[in-house]
């Protein structure tokens, strides 16, 4: 059966390589940094310009896809958004774009059954303004909300994971699988903690810290890029990997990956993984992942597809 979507992976995987080269010369220079939405949600130009290197690549090559229309928003910095009637605001044939950048500037954060490339430009901007080296692009493509073929470049360690449904995941073109552990005690866990911290969030973060490190695990480790940790547990380097507040861009390309290698994907409550419900549980088996989920306490961190 032919495979629609492989050129799209292959111009990917290019682009993403460019992507990175140009954020390791970013890393040569000063870094002014921005704040988004708090004091610890930062963006730098370098993230703007990346993220423009992606689409303006695709747009090269594919000129038809977009940004999804949206109903009288206006159009804002690097992307051009259609303003159309309702009844045709998704067109059937249309390919999207998502962005992080791009949303962050105004445009539409919607995942519809059309085909849509889901970008992080730079997946750990902390990391990078520290210079902390686990810093990645982040790609995903999905069709009818299911992920197609999911790319990250963890550009400082010059690692390139990729992977295509059904083919599975290769890091610099060699095959990768997940650890296999089932037994959550021998287990290295992976968490981040940096969603917005008002005193209640804040509170349970640590205290589901707490109630891993204490099952007991082996250890929990912070590397700062949610891409990047669900490469992490695909490779077999760490067995799991949870978090509440991140958001597709950071999930899609890594999910991919992840799933490819045999792990085992699905929500912070042990249900089905909704890629716009900014939380996920990925693990080397589905027993680890079920311990997890029962184990975390949620806390609620809003949708990608609504406001706030
Ligand atoms: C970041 C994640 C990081 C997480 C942050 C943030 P960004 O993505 O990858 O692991 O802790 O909350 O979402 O903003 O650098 O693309």
């Not at 290769?170 to 990768?176: K, Q, S, T």
Request: charged share 25%; with cysteine; proline share 5%.
């Amino acid at each position: 059966m032919s495979d629609p979507w492989q050129e799209c992976m292959d111009l990917c995987v290019e682009v993403t390589k460019r992507a990175g080269k140009m954020i390791r010369e970013a890393l040569q220079k000063d870094i002014a940094v921005m704040q988004k939405s708090s004091p610890v949600d930062l963006v730098t130009e370098t993230d703007q310009k990346v993220e423009q290197l992606i689409i303006s690549s695709i747009k090269e090559k594919y000129p038809t896809h977009r940004y999804p229309a949206s109903l009288g928003r206006s159009s804002a910095s690097f992307y051009v958004i259609l303003v159309v009637p309702e009844k045709e605001l998704w067109s059937k044939n249309a390919i999207f774009f998502i962005g992080e950048e791009s949303v962050a500037a105004g445009a539409p954060s919607v995942l519809t059954d059309n085909p849509t490339w889901i970008i992080d430009p730079i997946d750990g901007t902390t990391n990078f303004v520290h210079r902390f080296p686990f810093v990645s692009v982040s790609i995903g493509f999905a069709v009818k909300k299911e992920i197609e073929f999911g790319i990250v470049y963890s550009c400082i360690e010059d690692k390139m994971y990729t992977a295509r449904k059904g083919k599975g995941a290769f890091c610099n073109g060699v095959p990768i699988k997940v650890s296999g552990q089932e037994d959550v005690t021998k287990s290295l866990v992976l968490t981040e903690m940096g969603f917005k911290k008002d005193p209640e969030h804040f509170k349970i973060m640590l205290a589901n810290v707490k109630t891993i490190l204490t099952i007991p695990v082996h250890g929990v480790r912070s590397p700062g890029s949610a891409a990047v940790n669900m490469c992490l547990v695909a490779c077999g380097a760490a067995d799991a990997y949870y978090h509440m507040g991140i958001h597709c861009w950071d999930m899609a390309g890594g999910a991919a990956v992840v799933t490819e290698a045999g792990g085992v994907i699905m929500d912070i409550s042990g249900g089905p993984f909704d890629l716009m419900s900014r939380r996920l549980i990925v693990a080397s088996s589905r027993a680890i992942a079920e311990r997890i989920a029962k184990e975390v306490t949620e806390f609620s961190v809003g949708r990608d597809d609504t406001e706030g």
